[in-house]
Every structure is written in C-alpha cells, then in structure tokens.
C-alpha cells in the first residue's frame, strides 16, 4: 500500500467542533479522492487557532501526497487558515496583486480592510484564477486551500479533481448471512496473509438476506482475486450469499 498516492483532509472550524455546524466537506472529499485513485489516510477537525492549524498543516503535509483544507478563508475575525499555515512554514502572509486585482472588481464599491484580507496568502503560494470561479484557488506547496461553504467547495474541487487522479482502486464486496464474531478469526488471518488488499467488514441491520458486508480493495486486481479467492476458501459456503 506503500506505493499508494495519500491524502489528507483538515477541516477548520469552531463551529464544526462545537455542533452549530454539520461537516459534508470531509465526506465528499473523501468520496471524490477515493473515486480518483487517492487513499486518504487522515480526517482532522481542528478549531480557528493559528498555532494549531499551523502545527496540523504542517504535519500533513510532510506525511500526505496532497493534502486538503476546508475553512477559515473568508473576511472575518475568525478565518485565519492563511495565517495559520503561513505560520507553520515559517513564511510570511503577503498579499497577493491577482488576487486583490479579482477582490477590487468583485467586489467594487465595498472594498475594505476585511475584504482586503482575503488577498493575504502564504509566501510562494500558487493562485488559479478563472472567470467561472467565485474566488481564486490558493495552493501551498502541497496543501490546496477550500472555503468551508460546501457548495464553495464542490465547485472548485471539480475544476481541478484530475490533477490528483491515481491509478484506480479495484473492489468487490462479499455478502454473508451470519455475525462477525463467526468469522473474525478466518478474515484476520486473510488480512494478514494479503497486505496489499485494504478490508472492511460492516453488519448491517434490517437485511433479511444478509448481515456482514465485507469490502475487499487494491490497486492490483491479481491481487484483488487472489485475497477475495482466499478469503472465499477458508469461509463457511453456506454463509456466503453472494459477491458484486
């Protein structure tokens, strides 16, 4: 799993950690990485603390491929993932002229301080910038950098999706008629005897059919049929309903 392409995902906000707030933005950035090939191997939900999201910034970043930020990018008081991450690195906050060129037409006749800011960025960031997009997208490094509004998000996301396409994940889900405890012991030693296979086992409720989906994924397809084959031989036949 080693030679997989890793993500991963910061989700900034006190409003996300106090409740006011229900995150979307980690499930389909999750969701949309996966569908490209990428493996995401960490979600934090971190407050609107510079030091703290300085700190997370940069450990991810030296642990992920790409990573992903959602929030704290606006005008207010309390977006302070520029700051943060500029922090972190050790690099200044400096404002940026495409940027602010973009903020002054946006936004005309209430340019201000707080609008301004938004201009503010981590030395040697990367700024795209297109007519279709509400704000530019802010890079740095390998961090991409979203607004916290999911619709803000999703948008952006798709502009630039391809960019982080891997090779694909190969799946196959296993549907069993009986309780995990039945065959835990069969499925860790399959896991064990497969390291390049990634399994999952979920019961499910209110299935007449069955009550176990196991989920068996991996860049190798050879791999993929010799894990599922084994796994296959060792259960029960009379648990196995079926397999898609």
Avoid at 11 to 27: A, M, P, R, T, Y
Avoid at 192 to 217: C, D
Wanted: glycine share 6%; proline share 4%; net charge negative.
């Amino acid at each position: 799993m080693k030679l997989m392409t890793t993500a991963g995902i910061i989700i900034i906000g006190n409003e996300i950690l106090s409740g006011k707030v229900h995150d979307v933005n980690s499930h389909y950035l999750a969701c949309e990485l996966r569908s490209l090939g990428v493996d995401v191997r960490r979600i934090s939900v971190i407050p609107d603390e510079t030091e703290i999201i300085g700190a997370e910034a940069l450990q991810f970043s030296s642990q992920y491929d790409y990573v992903f930020t959602s929030g704290g990018v606006g005008p207010t008081h309390d977006d302070v993932t520029m700051s943060g991450i500029a922090k972190g690195f050790g690099v200044k906050l400096v404002s940026n002229t495409e940027i602010r060129n973009f903020l002054t037409s946006r936004y005309k006749h209430i340019v201000n301080s707080s609008v301004l800011k938004m201009a503010e960025i981590p030395e040697g960031s990367d700024v795209l910038i297109s007519e279709d997009m509400r704000f530019p997208i802010v890079s740095y490094r390998n961090i991409f950098i979203f607004p916290g509004i999911p619709e803000y998000l999703t948008t952006k996301f798709s502009m630039i999706k391809e960019r982080f396409r891997s090779s694909g994940f190969y799946l196959k889900r296993l549907f069993l008629n009986t309780h995990e405890s039945e065959f835990a012991e069969i499925l860790n030693l399959v896991v064990t005897e497969n390291p390049l296979v990634q399994f999952g086992s979920y019961p499910i409720r209110g299935k007449q059919e069955y009550m176990v989906i196991i989920t068996a994924e991996s860049k190798s397809r050879d791999d993929l049929n010799t894990a599922v084959n084994d796994l296959i031989g060792k259960l029960p036949s009379e648990v196995l309903v079926r397999i898609e």
